[in-house]
């Protein structure tokens, strides 16, 4: 199996590449620190495999690409390419917009060597998997009928998922103060406290992220 490995943490990736290169059929075919650079090699490279986390940084002052939008784009692009998350992030917005994005499993940082190495074998031969805490939640999510046991960007107030529901339906700053009653400057604000709660840098990217957890599809 050809692995192209993505994270941005320099020891934690030679250290995930030592122990994949110790495994007798996985070959290590290139390595990305963040996500504009994954995207390149997985189309240079054309790896079986690329083991992918998910928080990643912005790269020369440029726009960040984070895992999930880089999931998207190698998946797109060539979807023979089975995307393994490997992540610090466990939260249930992470593990299905990881999966609407395309990726074929998702496991927790902390996997021993033995776990990562079966996870590569699954996801390369097309099934999918996870870790054992993120499997009990999966399962559970399709044993409701597919409705999340938690709402989506927990971190986020109501009224700010509201607002971030809103603008991922494509309404204006001023169509969403009309819609709720409230002032241009407090939504604004809303939208503001979104974007950094999010860790995002504009309007683009919040859409992006809310329509990967659900929102903005309602009427």
Excluded: C
């Excluded at 990562?116 to 009928?145: D, K, M, P, Q, T």
Aim: avoid cysteine; aromatic fraction near 4%.
């Amino acid at each position: 199996m050809r692995v192209l490995v993505v994270d941005d943490h320099p020891l934690y990736r030679e250290g995930l590449i030592t122990a994949l290169e110790s495994l007798p059929d996985v070959e290590v075919v290139g390595e990305a620190p963040d996500g504009h650079e994954a995207v390149r090699l997985a189309a240079e490279l054309t790896p079986d495999i690329v083991v992918m986390d998910l928080n990643l940084p912005a790269r020369d002052g440029g726009p960040a690409l984070n895992g999930i939008d880089a999931t998207r784009e190698i998946v797109r692009h060539r979807p023979e390419i089975a995307v393994l998350v490997l992540t610090m992030l466990d939260g249930d917005d992470s593990v299905f917009a990881a999966m609407r994005a395309g990726a074929r499993g998702y496991l927790v940082k902390g996997a021993d060597r033995q776990e990562i190495a079966r996870a590569l074998r699954a996801v390369g031969s097309g099934e999918v998997v996870f870790s054992a805490a993120i499997a009990g939640r999966v399962l559970s999510w399709f044993a409701s009928g597919g409705r999340a046991a938690t709402m989506p960007f927990p971190e986020l107030t109501e009224r700010e998922r509201e607002v971030l529901d809103l603008v991922a339906r494509g309404l204006t700053n001023a169509a969403i103060a009309k819609r709720l009653f409230l002032s241009d400057k407090t939504v604004r604000n809303h939208v503001s406290n979104v974007f950094t709660k999010l860790q995002v840098a504009d309007r683009a990217e919040a859409v992006a992220r809310a329509r990967d957890a659900g929102l903005g599809t309602g009427g």
